[in-house]
């Protein structure tokens, strides 16, 4: 795949494999590129709050539409803009 063929390959995952995590490493990395990807005005005005707990990914999930994926995902990110 070149570059555009990944850019227009659009896919949302609704099922995950509970068994399976994404590794810490790997999972930084992914929290950095976020971090470092620029807005459209250079300001990047967003937070990301990574949620673990449980009983808070419940809530969420309850404010969510019931999407299965809020509490079945490895790691679950909120993006806040500011």
């Known amino acids: 795949m070149n570059y555009l063929e990944i850019l227009k390959?659009?896919?949302?995952c609704k099922i995950f494999d509970e068994s399976?995590?994404?590794?810490?490493?790997e999972f930084d990395f992914i929290l950095e590129a976020g971090r470092l990807s620029p807005s459209s005005t250079g300001l990047e005005?967003?937070?990301?709050?990574?949620?673990q707990n449980k009983e808070l990914?419940?809530?969420i999930?309850?404010?969510?539409?019931n999407q299965a994926q809020i509490t079945s995902c490895s790691h679950l990110v909120?993006?806040?803009a500011k």
């Open 78 to 80: 909120v993006i806040l």
């Open 9 to 12: 390959f659009r896919h949302a």
């Open 20 to 25: 399976k995590k994404i590794g810490a490493g």
């Open 57 to 59: 990914r419940e809530k």
């Open 45 to 51: 005005q967003w937070d990301f709050l990574v949620v």
């Open 61 to 65: 999930k309850a404010v969510s539409w």
